[in-house]
């Protein structure tokens, strides 16, 4: 007898246990901005093995291709082998592989919701904005609760020039958890685009209901407490082994990215980026986007830095 276990991926990164609240007075906060030559780095960098493709998601892919084939099954289960393998797919970067299992889970389980969220997220890697939009659409109509769909919308409305749509999006995102710092980040790249200034003193505020955990330090790195340097240096802290720490380089790199692009050094932001990229961690928001971001880079398509 087979056992099927559905294990579903998550698409951001999880939610921080609670730690001890920042106490600075958000009124007090002064945000600095580093001086240096336009195209002059002296970060250093951390530099790991990339993450290598996963042997055992590779053998349970050929599994369940096997199973499929060789037995009659029910639509319900078909559904749900195509979802696992999909969501395996996507794991080792498969994107286009991946895609198509989703789109063909709706044809057995036309009411999941997870198989359209997964769908829209492809969409929007594709710079299919429209599709996107509808699958997320589809998404929240057959589950108003996902625990996603707002935070992936959002991100579909930050990439197609939406900042309002996507500041909505990422309040809402927001404000089921005010303690993670991601949330928080993603929601000031939003506000980044519509007002600067606001922003960065929304940022300010926000940042007193993180707890002082390393992903608090992305937070202080745009608030202009810590430099890219310590940033760097602090993925080594409490760091339980290898993946653990490529995972929060792929972090460290894209959010550095965005913060060289907001002073204006595109170059840097780009070697940035490029480094998230090369840590193979497909499934995490930061190695998603990153090819979007280096395509805005290459259009001039941003905020000017103040």
Same mark, same amino acid.
């Given at each position: 007898?087979?056992?099927?276990?559905?294990?579903?991926?998550?698409?951001?990164?999880?939610?921080?246990?609670?730690?001890?609240?920042?106490?600075?007075?958000?009124?007090?906060?002064?945000?600095?901005?580093?001086?240096?030559?336009?195209?002059?780095?002296?970060?250093?960098?951390?530099?790991?093995?990339?993450?290598?493709?996963? /042997?055992?998601?590779?053998?349970?892919?050929?599994?369940?291709?096997?199973?499929?084939?060789?037995?009659?099954?029910?639509?319900?289960?078909?559904?749900?082998?195509?979802?696992?393998?999909?969501?395996?797919?996507?794991?080792?970067?498969?994107?286009?592989?991946?895609?198509?299992?989703?789109?063909?889970?709706?044809?057995?389980?036309?009411?999941?919701?997870?198989?359209?969220?997964?769908?829209?997220?492809?969409?929007?890697?594709?710079?299919?904005?429209?599709?996107?939009?509808?699958?997320?659409? /589809?998404?929240?109509?057959?589950?108003?609760?996902?625990?996603?769909?707002?935070?992936?919308?959002?991100?579909?409305?930050?990439?197609?020039?939406?900042?309002?749509?996507?500041?909505?999006?990422?309040?809402?995102?927001?404000?089921?958890?005010?303690?993670?710092?991601?949330?928080?980040? #993603?929601?000031?790249?939003?506000?980044?685009?519509?007002?600067?200034?606001?922003?960065?003193?929304?940022?300010?505020?926000?940042?007193?209901?993180?707890?002082?955990? #390393?992903?608090?330090?992305?937070?202080?790195?745009?608030?202009?407490?810590?430099?890219?340097?310590?940033?760097?240096?602090?993925?080594?802290?409490?760091?339980?082994?290898?993946?653990?720490?490529?995972?929060?380089?792929?972090?460290?790199?894209?959010?550095?990215?965005?913060?060289?692009?907001?002073?204006?050094?595109?170059?840097?932001?780009?070697?940035?980026?490029?480094?998230?990229?090369?840590?193979?961690?497909?499934?995490?928001?930061?190695?998603?986007?990153?090819?979007?971001?280096?395509?805005?880079?290459?259009?001039?398509?941003?905020?000017?830095?103040?």
């Amino acid at each position: 007898m087979l056992s099927l276990l559905l294990v579903a991926c998550s698409t951001s990164p999880q939610t921080p246990e609670q730690e001890q609240r920042a106490t600075t007075d958000p009124a007090t906060v002064s945000i600095t901005r580093p001086v240096r030559e336009p195209g002059v780095s002296g970060n250093q960098f951390i530099l790991v093995e990339p993450v290598m493709p996963s /042997s055992q998601r590779q053998v349970e892919i050929a599994q369940i291709s096997q199973l499929m084939l060789e037995h009659e099954l029910s639509d319900e289960q078909m559904a749900i082998l195509l979802y696992r393998r999909g969501a395996l797919y996507d794991a080792l970067g498969m994107s286009t592989l991946a895609r198509i299992d989703f789109n063909q889970v709706l044809e057995y389980r036309p009411g999941m919701s997870d198989a359209y969220n997964y769908i829209g997220i492809h969409a929007t890697q594709a710079g299919d904005f429209e599709t996107a939009f509808e699958a997320f659409d /589809s998404a929240l109509e057959l589950d108003p609760e996902h625990p996603y769909v707002y935070l992936n919308r959002g991100i579909t409305a930050y990439y197609s020039g939406q900042y309002d749509l996507a500041q909505a999006d990422f309040a809402d995102y927001h404000y089921q958890d005010e303690q993670d710092a991601y949330r928080v980040i #993603w929601l000031f790249f939003a506000e980044y685009e519509l007002e600067q200034e606001r922003a960065y003193q929304l940022l300010s505020q926000r940042k007193q209901h993180v707890p002082e955990n #390393w992903e608090h330090n992305i937070i202080r790195l745009f608030t202009g407490e810590i430099d890219a340097q310590q940033l760097i240096a602090s993925t080594l802290e409490n760091v339980e082994d290898q993946r653990a720490l490529t995972e929060r380089l792929a972090e460290a790199y894209f959010y550095l990215a965005k913060y060289e692009m907001f002073q204006g050094y595109d170059d840097d932001a780009a070697n940035y980026l490029k480094l998230a990229l090369a840590t193979n961690i497909y499934d995490f928001i930061e190695h998603r986007y990153a090819p979007l971001e280096l395509e805005r880079l290459r259009n001039g398509d941003r905020i000017a830095p103040r």
